[in-house]
């Protein structure tokens, strides 16, 4: 069965520094995002992306934040500078027809 | 505003009981609606889509009312493998907002 995969499982990072988190949606997948949860708290939308373009963003995707499709297969999230509360689960999914989404494992950022 | 209020529980009911969760949401502008589970430490996994005349897959009912704008989960029979956080997740065109969750703990 196809998934969606992230990349790395966990980073480290100290603050100020730029950090990209990779994703590869699943093939034949359309539209894609990337949501973030701080520990213990919900699930939150950061961004979607389609036809090679942000769609739609949240107040929480500010200037620091991008993204990317630089290829047919990844989809990345660049933080230019980290914060320490960007410590935090990003996830990344994909869905067809902007409906029933898939996500992927995560990646643990952790800001120092 | 967009908002989706679930109470967070947690739910701790016996192995074999019946249980039901509700969602609200604020906007009616709403167009899709979910049920996803997550595991701790884990991605969200899709349970169901909620459909305006409701839909049953095996053990789960889920049931939406547009008018007063909330959502339903039912589990019968409920399993240990059952125990997660249920979080119910509501769609605005692009963008896709999740309540904080309702946990259940599904006791032997």
């Known amino acids: 069965e196809p998934e969606v995969t992230q990349t790395p499982s966990h980073q480290v990072t100290q603050m100020g520094q730029e950090v990209i988190l990779r994703c590869v949606p699943i093939?034949?997948?359309?539209?894609f995002y990337w949501y973030r949860q701080i520990l213990g708290q919900k699930v939150e939308f950061l961004v979607s992306?389609?036809?090679?373009?942000?769609?739609?963003k949240s107040e929480i995707f500010d200037d620091q934040f991008s993204v990317e499709r630089p290829d047919g297969s990844n989809f990345t999230l660049k933080i230019r500078s980290t914060k320490l509360e960007d410590s935090a689960m990003y996830f990344c999914?994909?869905?067809?027809?902007?409906?029933?989404?898939?996500f992927g494992p995560g990646t643990r950022l952790t800001v120092l | 505003r967009k908002e989706v209020e679930q109470d967070p529980g947690p739910f701790n009911v016996p192995e074999g009981a019946t249980v039901a969760f509700n969602c609200t949401y604020s906007?009616?502008?709403?167009?899709?609606f979910f049920w996803y589970r997550q595991d701790c430490r884990k991605e969200p996994k899709l349970l169901m889509s909620?459909?305006?005349s409701g839909n049953e897959d095996g053990r789960f009912t889920a049931q939406l009312n547009r008018a007063s704008q909330y959502i339903s989960l039912l589990i019968r029979d409920s399993k240990l493998s059952d125990s997660a956080t249920y979080l119910c997740?509501?769609?605005?065109?692009?963008?896709?907002?999740f309540g904080p969750g309702t946990r259940l703990s599904v006791l032997p």
């Open positions: 909620v459909y305006s």
């Open positions: 997740v509501v769609n605005y065109g692009q963008n896709f907002v």
């Open positions: 093939s034949n997948h359309l539209y």
């Open positions: 906007n009616s502008a709403s167009q899709s």
């Open positions: 999914a994909s869905t067809r027809e902007a409906n029933e989404q898939f």
């Open positions: 992306f389609y036809n090679n373009e942000i769609s739609e």
